[in-house]
């Protein structure tokens, strides 16, 4: 084994776990109790559960009701999370840290954690995530008085949720969810390529039915469904409703779901001195991340191009091409968070490697701002089997507004922090069209998506446009009073149509010409 310096970091633990309400021996655990149960699990792996002493720092990702204000739950949360988790552990390390918001939060703490190790702010790092979304819609239906209330006074770091991923326009005419927000893009990145509805979607089940045949042999996938076909993902029927254009519900994150996991991250120095083997250590060899503006302020609706930044550096930084990664997973939430960050690096959507280690967060499971902390682990696991061979997880964090990449391998290597900045001034000089608040007169039509209710019936629909005197960007909205409006997105026949558009301040409105 060549030398590795003292305080190069390396995970020596990591675990998944998962609670189906349908288990002979489900506990209707809380979002603190499954997050702690991962990380429990996690210090086994790493054979350190009868020393966490050691651990001198917790960082958890946050919960969706910590996320969000109005995403509150009914039964109560810890206004400490990191520290309730310590609680459950019999520990209490000197720092603990609650993470922002944001899919791409666990590959973020990885790096964190390896860089306070390199530095010598630390010597061990527990890291671990989970929800209990499921459990919570469960016992809602039972009628249950369950108080999930707790707290704690020891200190902790507390980055609060980041809440700027959308503007006071795009909320105000209408994006309101992640798959609004998502459908703009998708139907963005579809009509700039001429490619009509129907081929799309062809495309979009192509690309994810192997992520669900993945997640049908996960014995931690929420839900083992069947290995749906493409045809099954994109064809409307009971149990795949439309939810918004251009996704039926099988295309969309599972969110309801009871998932946790957790990694241990410690010094070479402490896995020497704990007799941790050699094959049961997984380096991180290259890092980066980037961001983005909100949607409307981006050069292109349908592109995200810190995608592509922080993949090529990331492999740049590991000394790697793509043909040297035998593992892959992609953020799968929505079917363009997956091709946006392959086409920018030059994968098929068919990659006999796969794009997924888990299954993905429709089918395995998308436990809100924890996700790939599972990647992270099943990678792991993937790469302990088959020593010297590298994984690349890739997180995503908002509205495709945030990317974060980390390549690994049994291989030892050194390791040297890198903050990614550079490739945020790459972002910083994008440019973007001007954006008019409040849009009047003739324009043409860029991209759309359309809100669909339970019964399939469209309900609302939002458009990004282009001014045809200016051609400054803006949005505008119609709601269920504009049928003939809503009729020509369910007949398909939007792409590139001229619309006028008036400003209110409700929300600017359009009709087509």
Known sequence: MPFVAANTPVIVGASQFTERIDDPDYAMLSPVA?????????????????????????????????????????????TNFPRSVCQRL?????????????????????????????????????????????????????????????????????????????????????????????GIMENAKR??????VKTWADQMGALFAPFAAVASENPLAAQRDRAFTPADLITVEAGNRRVVDAYPQRLVARDQVNQSAALVVISTELADELNIPSENRVYLHGQAA??????????????????????????????????????????SCFPIAVSNAIDAIGLSGDDPRGLTVTGGLPFFGGPGNSYSMHALAEMVMCLRVNPGKFGLVAANGGLLSKYAVGIYSTTPTGYEPYDSADLQEQMSNQTAPDFEANPSGKGRLEAYTVAYDREGQPKTATIV???????????????R???????????????NRSVVVTPSEQGNSFIFL
């Open 34 to 78: 499954i997050t702690a149960r991962a990380a429990e699990l996690a210090l086994v792996d790493a054979g350190m559960i009868n020393c966490k002493e050691h651990i001198d720092t917790l960082m958890t990702t946050r919960i969706f009701e910590d996320s969000a204000p109005h995403l509150e739950g009914p039964f109560g949360r810890s």
């Open 90 to 182: 019999a520990m209490n390390p000197a720092t603990a840290i609650w993470a922002t918001s944001g899919g791409d939060t666990p590959q973020k703490l990885v790096t964190e954690a390896c860089d306070r190790i390199w530095q010598g702010e630390s010597k061990a790092v527990l890291i671990s995530g989970g929800e209990a979304l499921s459990t919570t819609r469960f016992l809602q239906k039972q009628g249950s008085d369950v108080d999930w209330s707790e707290g704690s006074d020891d200190p902790v770091i507390d980055r609060k949720p980041t809440l700027d991923y959308a503007t006071h326009d795009e909320l105000m005419n209408g994006l309101i969810s992640p798959p609004l927000f998502y």
């Open 191 to 196: 009509i700039a390529a001429g490619v009509d």
């Open 290 to 331: 980037a961001g983005e503006p909100p949607i409307t302020l981006r050069a292109e609706l349908g592109q995200a191009p810190s995608a592509g930044l922080a993949l090529g550096r990331a492999l740049e930084r590991a000394n790697c091409t793509t043909d040297d990664i035998s593992y892959f997973d992609f953020y």
């Open 465 to 479: 446009g282009r001014l045809l005197e200016s051609d400054a960007r803006f949005i505008a909205k119609v709601g």
């Open 481 to 495: 009073e504009a049928s003939e409006i809503l009729e020509v997105f369910n007949r398909h026949e939007a792409d």
